[in-house]
């Protein structure tokens, strides 16, 4: 069972205002932080997160009839330090290398106009992933991929807002109405950074 409660107004008017600041000036790196540079710790990913709002009430008869109002808004930018599996520079061009001696070939019946789709991933800024090789005693061979260390923004902003009028006719009678909205939108970035989860909420 939930009861929810909305403020009220007054016979005298009130309002308030508010702003909620979080940047990333003061955060720590976490884990995830990463550097493209082996051996280099990454650095806090820059965030900015803003919350402000305002509410104000009072009479508009006095004893009688009262309103109420209030406004949240949520801003939300942040960069998400992220590493991606993408096509190295010789699988762009259509070469990839076999598992057994690592020796990197043109595809058979390649189709050249298939590679223009390999811009649909980020370029590699990071080593390339190595497996052992399917020969015995051959050691570690390519796999047509490398690591891309990217930083694509999640961008989230919500609106929040409250009307609520009371009306009290008489002694033993009152009346209320309440009418509240929240509209929001979410911009989250995919494993590929080059693509994003948008959501709307209403």
């Not at 070939?105 to 390649?110: F, G, I, Q, R």
């Not at 020969?135 to 570690?140: E, R, S």
């Not at 009307?163 to 009346?175: A, E, G």
Request: net charge neutral; aromatic share 12%.
């Amino acid at each position: 069972q939930v009861m929810a409660v909305t403020q009220s107004g007054s016979n005298q008017f009130h309002g308030s205002v508010f702003e909620f600041l979080r940047n990333s000036a003061l955060d720590a790196r976490n884990i995830f932080d990463l550097s493209p540079t082996p051996g280099v710790k990454g650095k806090a990913a820059p965030f900015r997160r803003n919350q402000f709002g305002a509410s104000v009430g009072g009479p508009i008869q006095q004893d009688r009839l009262f309103f109420f109002g209030n406004y949240e808004g949520f801003r939300h930018r942040l960069v998400i330090n992220n590493v991606s599996v993408v096509p190295n520079l010789e699988a762009r061009q259509g070469r990839l290398p076999n598992p057994s001696t690592g020796v990197y070939s043109t595809v058979a019946n390649l189709r050249p106009e298939m590679l223009q789709y390999m811009s649909l991933w980020p370029l590699p800024n990071g080593p390339e992933i190595m497996v052992p090789a399917t020969a015995p005693g051959t050691g570690l061979v390519p796999t047509g991929t490398a690591y891309s260390y990217n930083g694509p923004k999640q961008t989230i902003n919500e609106d929040f807002a409250t009307v609520k009028l009371d009306y009290n006719p008489r002694t033993r009678d009152s009346f209320s109405f309440s009418y509240t909205i929240d509209h929001g939108e979410n911009l989250s970035p995919l494993a590929d950074p080059l693509f994003g989860n948008f959501i709307t909420l209403r």
